[in-house]
């Protein structure tokens, strides 16, 4: 396996478990997150019923960035992880939480830069 096969399956390694495990939160309906969808405009119990749908969305994420790095799929990972670390200052918590999770997005969109930003629409749903 040549050195950028390699840290590919590690970008996708990490993509994974960043996913998983927060899908994995989502889907248990972490309440500490609740105030982040009540932040932008979310009812509590609105929130409540969207955090297992986000779960089950990070989970596939999970299994697609390892499995079938897709470039659409390490987009949305990639604007998604930057949106979920960016609410935290915006809903109150420190700076440093959002740059504390800059892994979650960097990883995925260091995996995109490897394969190349798409040119074409067909180009979205294409791995390297």
Known sequence: MNKTKSYEWILRIGIFGSFLGHGMFALAVKQSWIPYLTTVG???STAAILLPLIGILDIIIAIFALLLPLRIILIWAT???FATALIRPIAGDPIWDFVE???NWAVPLALLLIQGFPKKAKELFKVK
């Open 101 to 103: 999770r800059s892994a």
């Open 79 to 81: 604007i998604w992880a």
């Open 42 to 44: 979310f009812s509590e």
